[in-house]
C-alpha cells in the first residue's frame, strides 16, 4: 500500500512484508521498485517504517537494498494502567 500525501509530496510504503515462505525470492524488492516507480513523478521523498532492534534486521537489509537510508530513530512511550 502507498499512501500519498499530495500537500507534502510524500509516498509512504506500509505495510510492507514478505510471507516467510516467499523470503529470499526477490518478491520484497520488487514490490518497493514497482511502488517507488509509479511515485516517482509525484514524490518529493518516499518513507517506510521498519521495526527496531533485531527484529527489523532483515527489513532494513531491503529497504537499503533500493536506496533508503534511515532518516530518525523512534522512542517508544508506554502508559500503564493505574495499578499495574
Partial sequence: ???WDPAMRTAELEP?????CFRGRGYGK???CY???R??????????????G???TAARALYAS???QRAFGFERWVKLPAGA
Fill in 1 to 3: 500500500i502507498v499512501w
Fill in 16 to 20: 510492507v512484508g514478505t510471507a516467510a
Fill in 30 to 32: 520488487a514490490l518497493l
Fill in 35 to 37: 511502488a517507488l516507480a
Fill in 39 to 52: 511515485v516517482g513523478g509525484w514524490a518529493a521523498q518516499a518513507i517506510v517504517v521498519s521495526r527496531t
Fill in 54 to 56: 533485531e527484529a527489523g
Fill in 66 to 68: 533500493v536506496g533508503f
